[in-house]
């Protein structure tokens, strides 16, 4: 009997063996680590310190002071003037499950902009009309009156969970939603041309941020100010001017020639050298703003549901805790011993994780992960202590693990962008035992 079954068992590995020459020729295969996305975000000025402490009056000046002399470089060096609000959840949520349909409102805007009519469903219209309302019925306050009438453009992708605003007054442009009423819009604007590049500008901000070069979402940003400085030679105007001056009729010659001097010159700007510095400006422009506010990481999270028992419970909650998972709720199955555990669980901290709660329950317990939603991570990654209670709490170096500060230097290691961390921390003259003797 012994025999037989080392007999099938040598058949069997034989049979294995072929197959792995056959199919898989033992070709040695080495994985990287898995790419984990992420999200950058601005959020409001805390009002409370890492202890919980109430921030002074004298800080709190201090943070403006230091905001608005930001702010005073930044525009010293710009034409553009941004100004940033972070969206609230409800708007970023709305955005984001409505990229489809926000696409589709792009497209049907660059038809109308190059003279095409693009037919569009009735139902469609309607979808983009209940988006209009809701957004206006989300948007309330002083800040954001009449916001979404002046929505410039979405991002990243023109279909992204981001918003431009168009907050200069001298400049009308056509409305993003003109779909719904296809106004005639024919007032000229010189600035008009250069629509394209401070989009573009905005689209490349809001695809990569500052913090690791990852995806924008939930942040508005509105155009202030926007100063043009032409500067011609006098031998171009005069070039320009016989030019005209040949080309067009002898009635109204002064009028005929001023404007298509004006157009010439605009059609010559809008894709000359002045387009990609305008898209650079930008850019740098909206990098800027983000800056100025404080800036946080958006994880992916999972929604993890567990079926243990009363005995592995303590294990389940040990391995959540450990991978900064948190248990939103907890009920028993009635009829059974088991208890239906749901968690949130980062998309970081999920590889391993089944394997790991599998052989800590000894197979009594396993997960099932599904994606939820996107979370902001608390901690600020550029903390450093600055009060009185948070050196005493947290000393003068603060080198306590930063769950954010890690995940920004990871994804910025992994991209190749410079990382500030120190390689030896505490460094001690190497002694050799051999010489002492």
């Given at each position: 009997m012994?025999?037989?079954?080392?007999?099938?068992?040598?058949?069997?590995?034989?049979a294995?063996?072929?197959?792995?020459?056959?199919?898989f020729a033992k070709?040695?295969?080495?994985?990287?680590?898995?790419?984990?996305?992420?999200r950058?975000?601005?959020?409001?000025?805390?009002?409370?310190?890492?202890?919980?402490?109430?921030?002074?009056?004298?800080?709190?000046?201090a943070?403006?002071h230091?905001?608005?002399e930001?702010?005073?470089?930044?525009?010293s060096?710009?034409?553009?003037h941004?100004?940033?609000?972070?969206?609230?959840?409800e708007?970023?949520?709305?955005?984001?499950s409505?990229?489809?349909?926000?696409?589709?409102l792009?497209?049907v805007?660059?038809?109308?902009?190059?003279?095409?009519?693009?037919?569009?469903?009735?139902?469609?219209?309607?979808?983009?009309?209940?988006?209009?309302?809701?957004?206006?019925?989300?948007?309330?306050?002083?800040?954001?009156?009449?916001a979404?009438?002046r929505?410039w453009?979405?991002?990243?992708?023109?279909?992204?969970?981001?918003?431009?605003?168009?907050?200069?007054d001298?400049?009308?442009?056509?409305?993003?939603?003109?779909?719904?009423?296809?106004?005639?819009?024919k007032t000229?604007?010189?600035?008009?041309?250069?629509?394209?590049?401070?989009?573009?500008?905005?689209?490349?901000?809001?695809?990569?941020?500052p913090?690791?070069?990852?995806?924008?979402?939930?942040?508005?940003f509105?155009?202030?100010?926007?100063?043009?400085?032409?500067?011609?030679?006098p031998?171009?105007?005069s070039?320009?001017?016989?030019?005209s001056?040949?080309?067009d009729?002898?009635a109204?010659s002064?009028?005929?020639?001023?404007?298509?001097?004006t157009k010439?010159r605009?059609?010559a700007?809008?894709?000359?050298p002045v387009?990609?510095?305008?898209?650079?400006?930008?850019?740098?422009?909206?990098?800027?703003a983000?800056?100025?506010?404080p800036?946080?990481?958006?994880?992916a999270?999972?929604?993890?549901?567990?079926?243990?028992?009363?005995?592995?419970?303590?294990?389940?909650?040990?391995?959540l805790?450990?991978?900064?998972?948190?248990?939103?709720?907890?009920?028993?199955?009635?009829?059974?011993?088991?208890f239906?555990?749901?968690?949130?669980?980062?998309?970081?901290?999920?590889f391993?994780f089944?394997?790991?709660?599998?052989?800590?329950?000894?197979?009594?317990?396993?997960?099932?992960?599904?994606?939820?939603?996107?979370?902001?991570?608390?901690?600020?990654?550029?903390?450093?202590?600055?009060?009185e209670?948070?050196?005493?709490h947290?000393g003068?170096?603060?080198?306590?693990?930063?769950?954010?500060l890690?995940?920004?230097?990871?994804?910025r290691?992994?991209?190749?962008?410079?990382?500030?961390?120190?390689?030896?921390e505490?460094a001690?003259k190497?002694?050799t035992?051999?010489?002492?003797k």
């Open positions: 012994w025999e037989k079954n080392r007999d099938d068992t040598d058949l069997w590995d034989a294995i063996e072929r197959r792995t020459v056959h199919v070709i040695e295969i080495s994985s990287s680590k898995p790419i984990i996305p992420f950058e975000t601005v959020v409001r000025p805390p009002k409370v310190d890492m202890v919980n402490e109430d921030l002074g009056r004298q800080q709190k000046v943070i403006i230091q905001v608005k930001d702010s005073s470089q930044s525009r060096s710009e034409t553009l941004h100004t940033r609000y972070p969206l609230p959840q708007v970023t949520s709305l955005l984001e409505s990229a489809e349909l926000i696409r589709t792009e497209q805007n660059m038809s109308l902009r190059e003279g095409r009519v693009l037919e569009v469903s009735p139902r469609t219209l309607e979808d983009i009309s209940a988006l209009k309302e809701r957004l206006e019925a989300l948007l309330q306050g002083h800040k954001w009156r009449n979404v009438e929505i453009a979405f991002g990243p992708r023109r279909c992204g969970p981001n918003i431009l605003l168009n907050s200069v001298s400049y009308q442009r056509p409305s993003v939603w003109q779909c719904l009423s296809r106004p005639g819009d000229p604007n010189p600035l008009r041309d250069f629509d394209n590049s401070i989009v573009s500008g905005f689209q490349l901000a809001s695809l990569s941020g913090m690791c070069e990852e995806p924008l979402m939930g942040v508005c509105s155009v202030e100010r926007w100063d043009v400085l032409t500067n011609t030679t031998h171009q105007d070039a320009e001017d016989q030019d001056v040949s080309h009729a002898p109204d002064e009028e005929n020639s001023a404007a298509g001097q010439r605009a059609e700007d809008c894709y000359g387009s990609g510095q305008l898209i650079a400006a930008t850019k740098e422009a909206c990098r800027q983000f800056q100025a506010q800036q946080r990481l958006m994880a999270m999972y929604t993890c549901e567990i079926m243990a028992t009363a005995e592995v419970l303590g294990r389940v909650y040990g391995v805790g450990k991978r900064e998972g948190r248990v939103v709720q907890e009920e028993m199955k009635e009829g059974t011993d088991m239906l555990i749901k968690a949130i669980l980062p998309v970081a901290e999920s391993g089944a394997d790991e709660i599998r052989k800590r329950t000894s197979g009594l317990a396993s997960p099932q992960l599904v994606f939820s939603h996107w979370e902001v991570i608390s901690s600020d990654p550029y903390w450093v202590p600055t009060t209670e948070e050196y005493l947290f003068e170096k603060a080198d306590s693990e930063n769950q954010a890690k995940y920004m230097n990871a994804v290691r992994r991209k190749g962008l410079y990382v500030e961390e120190k390689i030896v505490h001690e190497q002694r035992l051999g010489k002492n």
